[in-house]
């Protein structure tokens, strides 16, 4: 089991910066897959950028702007996010998925709200 707690959420104007941070409760190097994902009012839940292994991946929308990344002495995973635009406005979910054997597991923090407005 992982239990994972995002921080770092907050009020920013449009084009300031925030850094989101998502600590686990364990070892992330045996993590297969840690996601930052997000939900705005009305909307579906999205995916904004993940890295599994060396490979990173972000949606289109965020690609130039927000960047993914982690440091293992620390078990934590870091979304940097510059530029921000008031349509970035959401909660955002830390998502870890890994597998055991043939099982995989995935669980989720409770979010941190973005507000993006002036």
């Given at each position: 089991?992982?239990q994972?707690?995002?921080?770092?959420?907050?009020?920013?104007?449009?084009?300031g910066?925030?850094?989101?941070?998502?600590?686990?409760?364990?070892?992330?190097?045996?993590?297969?897959?840690?996601?930052?994902?997000?939900?705005?009012?009305?909307?579906e839940?999205?995916?904004?950028?993940?890295?599994?292994?060396?490979?990173?991946?972000?949606?289109?929308?965020?690609?130039?702007?927000?960047?993914?990344?982690?440091?293992?002495?620390k078990?934590?995973?870091?979304?940097?996010?510059?530029?921000?635009?008031?349509?970035?406005?959401a909660?955002y979910?830390?998502n870890?998925?890994?597998?055991v054997?043939?099982?995989w597991?995935?669980?989720w923090?409770?979010?941190?709200?973005?507000?993006?407005?002036s």
């Open positions: 089991q992982v994972l707690v995002e921080s770092g959420g907050g009020l920013v104007q449009p084009g910066s925030l850094r989101l941070s998502c600590a686990a409760s364990r070892n992330i190097f045996f993590i297969n897959f840690i996601g930052w994902y997000r939900q705005a009012p009305g909307k839940r999205e995916l904004v950028a993940a890295i599994s292994g060396p490979s990173t991946v972000y949606a289109h929308s965020v690609k130039g702007r927000f960047s993914i990344s982690r440091d293992s002495a078990n934590t995973v870091y979304l940097q996010l510059n530029s921000l635009k008031p349509e970035d406005t909660i979910y830390c870890a998925t890994y597998s054997g043939p099982d597991y995935t669980y923090g409770q979010g941190t709200q973005v507000t993006v407005s």
